[in-house]
């Protein structure tokens, strides 16, 4: 498998879907804008409302996994990678990931007490391309 491929493919997505298990089991999926901070294909940071849905479903349970797909008129590719998400709310997290434009969803700036950080670390992946699939562990 070739990761630096999967790299290449992720950074040039838009948006990103995000999973995560509620309190009867079953899988949510919420789409999102791409990742604000990447490291390789271990972690992922996004941003979010700390009052969210997914907030309170990530603390109690941390199983997670997020999605990244493009559909050609052709070609169709997907990226699943599972692990674990962590909420942040420390001021360095917050400010690691902060951008200019962040204001326009959360009003009160770096320092709103509804922004958090959303921290995705993979323990294992799935490629789908050309009708064919490949696990792969991180």
């Excluded at 298990?21 to 999102?32: E, I, L, T, Y």
């Excluded at 479903?57 to 996994?65: D, E």
Aim: one cysteine or more; glycine letters at 6%.
């Amino acid at each position: 498998m070739d990761l630096l491929k999967i790299e290449k493919f992720i950074n040039k997505q838009k948006v990103s879907f995000i999973c995560s298990v509620d309190d009867n089991g079953f899988p949510n999926v919420k789409a999102m804008l791409r990742p604000c901070k990447r490291t390789g294909l271990k972690e992922f940071y996004f941003s979010t409302n700390t009052s969210s849905l997914r907030v309170k479903q990530y603390q109690k349970n941390p199983k997670a996994s997020i999605y990244f797909y493009h559909k050609g008129l052709i070609r169709y590719v997907g990226v699943m990678l599972a692990g674990k998400m962590e909420v942040l709310t420390d001021q360095d997290s917050k400010n690691m990931i902060w951008r200019r434009g962040d204001t326009m969803f959360y009003k009160k700036g770096v320092t709103d007490p509804d922004y958090c950080v959303l921290k995705f670390t993979a323990t294992s992946g799935r490629y789908y391309c050309d009708l064919a699939t490949e696990s792969f562990e991180l």
